[in-house]
């Protein structure tokens, strides 16, 4: 059975990089060859790439004409876009629509064969995972800075989530890719 991964960006302070609360120009700015090909080493590792509507449509916008290191890979591995009101994907090859119940979707989704599924945003549709409590592991990217703003990662619960750290990697930059898992798994 596949993982579902749940990898993000975040500052310091758990924020996202949804919205304009700096956390983009912080990416953007890092310089940093070593973390850049560990990250597209990370991003071929996927069997498919899940997130949310909004996510999709303006990485779609992106990636089809994109000469970043990542693109390769954004649009060889297969995308699954959840959504209940998009009709065609057909902007981004390597997508389908998902546009079931979300925990049915990712059950059969997991149920396929192939590698891990990579839940990459939106931060809303990865709340609604974790809320699930479908996700088998936590990569966060943190990144060397403090906003003070912006949404954060982790929505409220009625219960904590106990993680145990699998690994972690610091990167010349100051981000570090923290690995967890659900402890008892």
Known sequence: M????LGFYVSLDG???DGDNGI??????????EQEKYFVEQLWTAGAFLMGRNTWESMADYWPTSDHPSAQAMNEIPKVVFSRTLKSADRWPETRIAGGDTAEEIAKLKAEPG???VAAGGTAFL????KLGVVDEYRLW????????????VPELDAAVKLHLVKSTAFPSGVLELIYTPAGQ
């Open 2 to 5: 596949r993982k579902l991964i």
């Open 15 to 17: 924020k996202s990089a």
């Open 24 to 33: 983009r120009d912080v990416m953007t700015g890092i310089d940093d060859p």
């Open 115 to 117: 590698k891990d599924l």
């Open 127 to 130: 709340q609604s995972l974790i």
């Open 142 to 153: 943190v990144l060397p800075a403090i906003t003070g703003t912006g949404a954060a990662l």
